[in-house]
């Protein structure tokens, strides 16, 4: 199977030409930039994680003549501060209602007044919770690999996938022996996200690397032979500050309550959207994506025979397409 967009599919490169630090309150400064066109359409990209700060592949994905495109590193990751690598940023105001206000007060610092969301994995999720919240600021939303972060979907992704790996959930469960992971999942995830906090380096470094394998594992169908591991390639602090994120919110259920983004997607009405999901993904199995499909009447879902959650060149070419067809409404 495919491991990864096609860059056949992606744009050029091209270089912000605005940047700054929002603050967002709670002693957070969000980082933001714009690239593109200044006068194109408004696309925002929501970076997937939670705690994986923003890219430039994702970028490349839109016309540079055609949008102006906005990314932001989410609270405690990439370049905005405090990081959550840190063990002493406190997490209280890091919630996913935290992040829909700071996305809202983005838009209103650029001046837009409608944008296309763009996002995968959980960027998904806190874009389909902005758009609920917001659904008059959102022109057209793209989504390439679907969740919701329902405890349904966390208990597939932390504890279901073990049935496919089991010798590596075993790795994963053993190194928080306090949790029981079949009585209580989201103790594992929380006993994750305090030795993530803990001031011992040495602690957190193991905890990030024991669940950075489990999160591989999930992904390593999709990149055989050895390809650069999504998650325990990452530079050190990415690594400490996705690693807490990832398991603060999921511990928690992303504060949402169970099947709210599904049963409120009719909210969406009016709202065009694409939801592009890997017959074959693991992280994220395919039936979020086709529930979300039937809740949202203007949601066109298509399903890839030949991808995962990572994509294929068909994905690549799939989200392409519509961004391109978005471009000029």
């Not at 919240?133 to 989504?143: A, D, G, K, L, N």
């Not at 690693?243 to 949402?256: E, N, P, Q, S, T």
């Not at 939801?275 to 949601?299: I, K």
Request: net charge negative; hydrophobic share 40%.
């Amino acid at each position: 199977m495919p491991s990864g967009p096609d860059t056949r599919h992606l744009h050029p490169p091209v270089e912000p030409y605005e940047q700054g630090m929002l603050d967002v309150g709670d002693g957070n400064r969000v980082h933001w930039e714009v690239c593109g066109n200044p006068d194109g359409k408004p696309a925002l990209l929501v970076h997937g994680g939670p705690g994986s700060g923003s890219g430039t592949v994702a970028q490349r994905r839109f016309d540079p003549e055609r949008y102006k495109i906005v990314t932001f590193d989410q609270r405690g990751c990439g370049r905005s501060t405090p990081s959550a690598a840190d063990p002493a940023t406190d997490m209280r105001h890091n919630t996913t209602a935290h992040l829909v206000a700071d996305m809202e007060l983005l838009r209103q610092h650029l001046g837009v007044a409608r944008w296309l969301l763009f996002g995968g994995s959980w960027g998904s999720t806190l874009i389909l919770a902005y758009a609920e919240r917001h659904p008059e600021r959102v022109s057209q939303i793209v989504i390439p690999a679907v969740t919701t972060t329902r405890r349904y979907e966390i208990e597939w992704l932390y504890r279901g996938a073990g049935r496919i790996f089991p010798e590596e959930r075993h790795r994963f469960h053993a190194h928080v022996p306090e949790a029981d992971p079949d009585a209580d999942l989201p103790g594992v995830l929380a006993a994750y996200a305090r030795r993530m906090a803990d001031p011992d380096a040495a602690v957190r470094a193991a905890a990030a690397d024991a669940w950075c394998r489990w999160e591989d594992a999930v992904l390593s169908m999709e990149a055989p032979g050895g390809a650069p591991k999504t998650y325990g390639d990452r530079p050190r602090e990415a690594r400490h500050a996705l690693v807490r994120i990832c398991a603060h919110y999921f511990a928690h259920g992303a504060w949402l309550e169970e099947g709210a983004l599904l049963r409120d997607a009719v909210r969406l009405a009016g709202i065009p959207g694409v939801l592009v999901h890997g017959r074959f993904d693991l992280g994220g199995p395919l039936d979020t994506a086709w529930e979300l499909s039937r809740a949202w009447p203007d949601a066109r879902l298509v399903v890839v025979e030949d991808a995962g959650h990572l994509g294929s060149e068909t994905t690549s070419a799939e989200i392409r397409a519509a961004l391109d067809e978005f471009a000029s409404r």
